[in-house]
């Protein structure tokens, strides 16, 4: 089964700092490059991030630069999303997902396949 699993995601603290998985299944991310898209209650699904499918080239939005970093490890076929100094407004439902292209083509309606989604939620 084709497939991206996302793991990690949990209750945080303000400051604090969590790492989410995006794992592969059936197929391999050298192929893919892999973005990070983020939808908190009541707002659009925003894009976070974006890694090539080489994992030479990262991407950022501008509230997430310096704070979130992208990575990808090849040998266990996952992409990692690093977050650090988390605010308030840094939680929702972050999805990964992937495209047989490069990140400037990671458009929502264009991806081939999705993860199912990790909750990031506020402890304070």
């Known amino acids: 089964q084709l497939q991206l699993v996302e793991s990690g995601g949990e209750l945080v603290q303000p400051g604090g700092s969590l790492r989410l998985s995006c794992a592969a299944s059936?197929?391999?991310?050298?192929?893919?490059?892999i973005g990070w898209f983020r939808q908190a209650p009541g707002k659009e699904r925003e894009w976070v991030s974006c890694?090539?499918?080489?994992?030479?080239?990262?991407y950022y939005a501008d509230s997430m630069k310096g704070r979130f970093t992208i990575s990808k490890d090849r040998a266990k076929n996952t992409v990692y999303l690093q977050m650090n100094s988390l605010k308030p407004e840094d939680t929702g439902v972050y999805s990964c997902?992937?495209?047989?292209?490069?990140?400037?083509?990671?458009?929502?309606?264009?991806?081939?396949?999705w993860g199912q989604g990790a909750q990031v939620a506020d402890s304070s």
């Open positions: 997902a992937g495209i047989g292209a490069g990140c400037g083509d990671l458009l929502e309606d264009r991806c081939d396949y």
């Open positions: 890694i090539s499918s080489s994992g030479g080239s990262t």
């Open positions: 059936g197929f391999t991310l050298d192929d893919y490059a």
